[in-house]
């Protein structure tokens, strides 16, 4: 009896392992959403203090964002156009293939025809009366049979063909509207890009004359650096309580073996100064071709994919244990709050968002919210993959 129970007891332990896993990721899950909610809030009121928003910010931040939108929609319809133009070569193909069918098949029963009429005018009944010899009656008998046979599958396998054709040349004609209304809309779409650029680079002049006037550079740079370090401590505080996938890598083994997020050359390097020596980088900025894929370093989860005043479209990765990745002055973000990524993964583009003059990619490593020299965690990216479809 004692055994059966304990057999019964194991048996059910996997399934009650299971169940708890579910409720636990379940938590987990219902923890992040909480976290996106509050960070969400949080953003928007970082972003109305520490310094008045002024409606130039306000205005380059809408300018930012459209771009990324429409480079976004540009890059959906590109996609949409290689796909319909690889299906419109596809019919195009098929519907050669079947032209050329047709073409023999026509040849084949107009054939039979012929033989058909050479055999001559008698009727079938009579031509076998005829036939004196009954083995001669039995092959000739066995003849038609076959004759008809063939004749009636090639006008069969025709008629198919001919379905098969009008159903093709229909389904080419739709893909080619189709492609006809996407190349439409992609030009659309880039001049609207193009006219967001320009307005972009006015508002930026703008706001860079203001600074100029007004002197405030660095109170402005030492804002952007307080709003960051608020939102940072917001996050380590909130994931403290989220856990991370127990088969994950740890961040803290991958000292000197992850790999830049960008190709490119380091403009500036960590814990040189700035401005006239009143301020440090935190991290590295990456001088590199605006468009240009930026990679995650590692496996984790995006806490953050939105604009922020200072470093733009920015995207912070949290790889549990108090490790997270920052890439800012994106161009376009990939990945929305939530998502889990891999090393490698593209996650965004580089850009100049965030008022920045020059593309490149801003990159931070933080331990329980304290910088880290990257450059001690990465080494550099060989060169620029293009982003996988």
């Given at each position: 009896?004692?055994?059966?129970?304990?057999?019964?007891?194991?048996?059910?332990?996997?399934?009650?392992?299971?169940a708890?896993?579910?409720i636990?990721?379940?938590?987990?899950e219902?923890?992040?959403?909480?976290?996106?909610?509050?960070?969400s809030?949080?953003?928007?009121?970082?972003?109305?203090?520490?310094?008045?928003?002024?409606?130039?910010?306000s205005?380059?931040?809408?300018?930012?964002?459209?771009?990324?939108?429409?480079?976004?929609?540009?890059e959906d319809?590109?996609e949409?156009?290689d796909?319909?133009?690889?299906?419109?070569?596809?019919?195009?193909?098929?519907?050669?293939?079947?032209?050329?069918?047709?073409?023999?098949?026509?040849?084949?029963?107009?054939?039979?025809?012929?033989?058909?009429?050479?055999?001559?005018?008698?009727?079938?009944?009579?031509v076998?009366?005829?036939?004196?010899?009954?083995?001669?009656?039995?092959?000739?008998l066995?003849?038609?049979d076959?004759?008809?046979?063939?004749?009636?599958?090639?006008i069969?396998?025709?008629n198919?063909t001919l379905?098969?054709?009008?159903r093709?040349?229909l389904e080419?004609?739709?893909?080619?509207?189709?492609?006809?209304?996407?190349?439409?809309?992609?030009?659309?779409?880039?001049?609207n890009?193009?006219?967001?650029?320009?307005?972009?680079?006015?508002?930026?002049?703008?706001l860079i004359a203001q600074?100029?006037?007004?002197?405030?550079?660095i109170?402005k740079?030492?804002?952007d650096?307080?709003?960051?370090?608020q939102l940072?401590?917001?996050?380590?505080?909130?994931?403290?309580?989220?856990?991370?996938p127990?088969?994950?890598?740890?961040?803290?083994?991958?000292?000197?073996?992850?790999?830049l997020?960008v190709?490119?050359?380091?403009?500036h390097?960590?814990?040189?100064?700035?401005?006239?020596?009143k301020?440090k980088?935190?991290?590295?900025?990456?001088d590199?071709?605006g468009?240009?894929?930026?990679?995650?370093v590692h496996?984790?989860?995006?806490?953050?994919?939105?604009?922020?005043?200072g470093?733009?479209?920015?995207m912070i990765?949290s790889h549990?244990?108090?490790?997270?990745s920052?890439?800012?002055h994106n161009?376009?973000?990939?990945?929305?709050t939530g998502e889990?990524?891999?090393?490698g993964?593209?996650?965004a583009?580089?850009?100049d968002?965030?008022g920045?003059?020059?593309?490149?990619?801003?990159?931070?490593?933080?331990?329980?919210?304290?910088p880290?020299?990257?450059?001690?965690?990465?080494?550099a990216?060989?060169?620029v993959?293009?982003?996988?479809?």
């Amino acid at each position: 009896m004692h055994t059966l129970l304990s057999l019964l007891i194991l048996l059910c332990l996997p399934v009650l392992a299971d169940a708890n896993d579910d409720i636990d990721q379940a938590q987990v899950e219902a923890k992040l959403k909480e976290l996106e909610a509050e960070i969400s809030k949080y953003k928007e009121l970082l972003q109305n203090t520490q310094g008045e928003k002024s409606e130039i910010e306000s205005t380059l931040e809408k300018n930012e964002k459209g771009i990324s939108d429409l480079i976004n929609k540009i890059e959906d319809i590109e996609e949409e156009l290689d796909n319909s133009k690889d299906k419109v070569s596809s019919l195009e193909r098929r519907q050669s293939e079947l032209r050329g069918a047709k073409t023999e098949q026509q040849y084949y029963i107009e054939q039979q025809i012929r033989a058909a009429y050479e055999i001559g005018n008698q009727e079938y009944l009579k031509v076998l009366l005829n036939q004196e010899d009954p083995n001669e009656m039995a092959r000739m008998l066995t003849y038609y049979d076959y004759f008809n046979e063939a004749r009636a599958g090639q006008i069969e396998n025709y008629n198919e063909t001919l379905v098969e054709l009008d159903r093709v040349s229909l389904e080419l004609t739709e893909e080619m509207t189709v492609l006809q209304e996407n190349r439409l809309a992609l030009d659309i779409e880039r001049q609207n890009l193009v006219a967001a650029q320009s307005e972009r680079q006015a508002t930026l002049r703008t706001l860079i004359a203001q600074i100029r006037s007004t002197g405030s550079e660095i109170t402005k740079l030492q804002e952007d650096r307080d709003r960051l370090e608020q939102l940072l401590n917001k996050l380590q505080n909130s994931l403290a309580n989220i856990p991370t996938p127990g088969d994950a890598t740890p961040f803290s083994n991958m000292r000197g073996k992850l790999v830049l997020p960008v190709a490119g050359k380091i403009g500036h390097r960590f814990g040189h100064q700035r401005n006239q020596g009143k301020l440090k980088w935190q991290g590295v900025f990456i001088d590199a071709a605006g468009g240009d894929p930026v990679y995650a370093v590692h496996y984790g989860r995006v806490v953050f994919s939105d604009w922020l005043r200072g470093f733009g479209l920015l995207m912070i990765i949290s790889h549990g244990e108090g490790y997270m990745s920052l890439y800012g002055h994106n161009q376009v973000l990939y990945r929305e709050t939530g998502e889990w990524v891999t090393a490698g993964d593209v996650i965004a583009s580089v850009g100049d968002s965030g008022g920045q003059n020059r593309t490149g990619l801003y990159f931070e490593i933080r331990i329980d919210g304290k910088p880290s020299d990257p450059q001690h965690w990465c080494r550099a990216r060989d060169s620029v993959q293009k982003r996988a479809a």
